[in-house]
């Protein structure tokens, strides 16, 4: 298994849950599991920009990650090729549903070796991830 794949139903529109993934500033904000943080170094949100960044883990640790932009569709589709260990290709995909957006979440890893290794770490990480994008998308700029 290479594979890891999640959705969500999120109270928003499909613009508004772009606007969380396309602006440097929000997306540094709730991208990553619970309890960590991100300082980006860049980050060229167009097709074949360059997305380089440090996550803090809630321990002190310090994830370095470096990625491209692979393709962005405006406003539903974004592939993103993690170029750094461990190597994937997440495609984020939004589509207008009753109750606002589906968000699905593909993790494709590049071995199979090392997405059973970390399986038990992406599969919350994953769902940890759309949680802070939930609640991201119902931000209230006076809050922050």
């Not at 592939?79 to 997440?90: F, G, I, M």
Request: net charge negative.
């Amino acid at each position: 298994m290479t594979t890891f794949s999640t959705s969500r139903e999120i109270p928003a529109t499909v613009e508004q849950a772009f606007a969380a993934c396309s602006d440097p500033e929000r997306l540094a904000h709730w991208w990553g599991p619970a309890g960590f943080s991100n300082t980006f170094n860049i980050c060229e949100f167009k097709t074949g920009g360059r997305w380089s960044f440090i996550m803090h883990g809630p321990d002190g640790k310090n994830f370095r990650n470096e990625s491209t932009f692979a393709e962005i569709e405006s406003p539903r589709k974004i592939v993103v090729q993690h170029e750094s260990a461990p190597r994937y290709t997440l495609t984020i995909t939004l589509a207008a549903c009753a109750t606002g957006t589906v968000v699905s979440w593909v993790q494709e890893f590049e071995s199979a070796d090392v997405a059973s290794a970390i399986q038990h770490i992406v599969v919350p990480a994953n769902e940890q991830n759309l949680d802070r994008l939930s609640a991201e998308v119902s931000w209230d700029p006076g809050s922050r």
